[in-house]
Structures are given as C-alpha cells and as structure tokens.
C-alpha cells in the first residue's frame, strides 16, 4: 500500500464487535468481488430500531462511494454507536448501513475505484463495475423509503446538500444543514459544484449519482449531504452525524403528521 493507503480493518474493526455486543446490530456483506487476486466486499450494517405506531421506515445510509471522503464513513459508525447505546434514536426505523461502498478507493485514499471508475458517475447506466452492480441490487431489494448519501467536497468551505428539487427533500435538508451549521458554516455561495444553490441547497445533480432506482414508486425521499473536506476531520463527522440525527427526528415528524391527515 502507498504511504495514502488506509486499512479497512481499522474502521470495521469496532463495527464488527459493536455487531458482535450489541443485538440490535447485524453486521453482513451486501455482496463481495476479486480483484488482482484478492477478495473485496461492500459491508452492510442493519440496525432495527423500537416499534413505533406506524410500520417501520427503512432508511439507507450510504458513504464512502468515493474512496478519498472518509468523514462519511466514521460518521456513520458513529451514528451506529450512538443508536447502540440509545436505541430510541432509531425509534420506528429500519436502518441498513453501508460505511464503505468502495473499499479499494478508501484503501488507495482515491476518489475512484481501483479500475479508475468514478462509481457515483456509474448508477442505472448498465455499469459493469461490480461495486455499482452491488448496490444497484440492494437499492432494488430493499426499496428504501429514505436514502441518505454522506459525501465531503474539497472545494468548498461549508456544508450543503442536494435535494434533488423536491419539498420533501428540502424540507428535510434545511434542518439537517441547521444542525450541522453548530459545527461547521454553511456554504453560502451562490453556485456550487457547478448549480446554482440556495441557502446551500441544490436542487439539479449530476448523471449517475447513487440513487433509487428509476422505476421505484413511490420514490424515496433521498439527500446528499457534503461536508467541507479540507476542514478539520472531527468537525466532519460530528457535523455529518448531527445531521444524520436531524434527518431521523424530521422524518419521524412527517410520518406522525401524515397518519393525522
């Protein structure tokens, strides 16, 4: 491995024996693939929240789909460690959690794939990367209600998101980006990554982004939240998990007002 290089075990590691400790956390693989003689697989956490009123919401959380983005990925196991020692958090949920979607990009410390594909360029294009091939099959499996993808942006120098142009989505996205604005600003700015943003909100995206798939009806509410990449690695995650805890209580107002309607 280069000097870059990250050991996977290094994040997993505690995942797997939080799995082992606590019973409300399974840890699996979604799907595994070789490369250059080595086996590599997409790790898929699940945690099943308290029973609620209402029929569990199951909610995907997706990181590291760039390998060079870890702030995702300790994010969301923290978040896993968080609902281990307090389960309400997750109260009325489902979760299935995917800390790494590409273990050789987060080994390498690069953006793409080993083969040097960009995988969130890749989603429903009839991609041959095994990664994309993995994920499309739980993305169809499991018809999230919600998905959640963490990404952090060398670019920028505050939180965002894109929300795809739907109210559902904003709505859900302005108070995780409040919440998240305690530990890191916003970016203010007015184009961002290319779109136009409003109050760090973007509503067009790029082609290919990880995603439901097309035909999935109803569509699930799905967001992406960037972080800074260039600022302090702690402040990432806490901002990224703060959000995430947003997200999960919003959602669960929503639900709680539409069976009042």
């Keep these: 491995m280069s000097p870059d290089s990250r050991d996977l075990r290094t994040l997993l590691g505690p995942l797997l024996e939080l799995a082992e400790e606590c019973v409300d956390v399974i840890g699996t693989m979604a799907g595994s693939f070789s490369l250059n003689g080595r086996r590599y697989g997409i790790p898929r ?5 308290p029973e609620a009123a209402h029929d569990p919401i199951r909610l995907g959380l997706f ?7 870890p702030a995702g990925c300790e994010a969301l196991a923290h978040l896993l460690a968080d609902l281990a020692d307090n389960p309400e958090i997750a109260k009325g949920y489902d979760l299935v959690i995917y800390p790494v979607c590409n273990p050789t990009g987060y080994e390498d410390n690069t953006r793409a794939n080993r083969a040097g594909f960009d995988l969130n360029r890749e989603f429903w294009r009839s ?30 120098s505050g939180c965002y998101g894109y929300a795809h142009g739907r109210v559902l989505n904003e709505a859900l996205l302005r108070p995780a980006l409040d919440a998240a604005s305690r530990i890191l600003p916003r970016d203010a700015r007015a184009n961002i990554d290319g779109f136009v943003a409003t109050e760090s909100i973007l509503h067009d995206c790029f082609c290919g982004v990880l995603a439901a798939p097309p035909d ?14 260039l600022s302090p690695f702690d402040h990432q995650v806490d901002a990224t998990v703060a959000a995430l805890h947003s997200i999960l209580g919003e959602y669960r107002k929503f639900i709680a007002y539409a069976q009042d309607l």
Excluded: K, N, Y
């Design 63 to 69: 990181a590291g789909i760039h390998g060079d983005e």
């Design 45 to 49: 956490f699940l945690f099943t929240g």
């Design 216 to 229: 999935q009806s109803p569509q699930p509410f799905d967001l992406i939240f960037e972080t800074p990449a």
């Design 127 to 156: 991609s041959a990367q095994p990664e994309v091939r993995i994920l499309e099959r739980e993305l169809r499996t499991h018809r999230f209600d919600g998905i959640v993808t963490l990404h952090a942006d060398d670019t920028c």
